[in-house]
């Protein structure tokens, strides 16, 4: 038998006003950033050696063996410092955040005095420097830095990092200068000293 009763009408539907549609798309940006982010972090723990704590035999101190397995593992988290499969890793992680954060955001126009190469990775002084760059925004956008390190990290290292990088005679000084007419090319950087040379 049919229900003859009458329907309750559902609920009306959530309208976010279209100027709060900005605000919502910037906190999706930053939460997927913050997502990648921790992506990146258990990547690397999960990459890290696990621990056996297990009590050193001759019976020191655990403060010691702590001193004793920092030795062991990398003295830096700088890429430079790292090699092979951590330097991929790393190098990932950091192309991520290049491609879909600092260029989106502050990759602007490029032109003769500002150049960019979309082969970043193959120019070390680059990769460095973004390296660097991105270490120090994990840090400054922490919670921990409080309100003003997003501000800090503008000012002490993304502008720094920009002037340097795109500048014309910057590592990406013989790339591309025009986005119509994209060229790369690793410029040549000087020869170390030969040990034992005579002036």
């Known amino acids: 038998m049919a229900d003859t009763s ?10 976010v006003p279209d100027a709060d549609l900005d605000d919502l798309a910037s906190t999706l940006a ?3 950033a913050e997502v990648r ?11 890290e050696p696990e621990s056996t704590g297990s009590q050193p035999m001759d019976g020191a101190p655990e403060a ?4 004793g397995k920092k030795a062991d593992g990398p003295a830096s988290v700088f890429i430079l410092a790292l090699g092979g499969e951590a330097y ?30 979309a082969h970043w990775h193959e120019h070390p002084e680059a990769v460095a420097r973004l390296h ?20 800090t990290w503008h000012r002490d290292h993304l502008d720094q990092t920009l002037a340097h990088l795109r500048a014309p ?20 950087t000087p020869a170390p000293e030969q040990a034992g040379a005579t002036a």
Not at 37 to 47: A, C, F, K, N, T
Not at 64 to 67: G, L, P, Q, T, V
Not at 132 to 151: C, M
């Open 88 to 117: 991929a890793v790393e190098l990932a992680a950091l192309s991520d955040w290049v491609n879909y954060l600092f260029l989106p955001v502050y990759g602007r126009e490029i032109s003769t005095s500002r150049p960019w190469c």
């Open 37 to 47: 982010q921790h992506g990146v972090i258990l990547d690397r723990l999960g990459s």
């Open 64 to 67: 010691e063996a702590a001193d």
């Open 169 to 188: 005679d910057g590592p990406f000084a013989a790339c591309t200068t025009s986005a119509t007419r994209p060229n790369h090319r690793v410029l040549a």
């Open 30 to 32: 930053k939460t997927m």
């Open 132 to 151: 660097a760059l991105w270490l120090a925004w994990q840090q400054f956008t922490d919670t921990e830095a409080g309100l003003s390190g997003p501000s």
């Open 6 to 15: 009458p329907t309750a009408p559902g609920p009306e539907p959530y309208r």
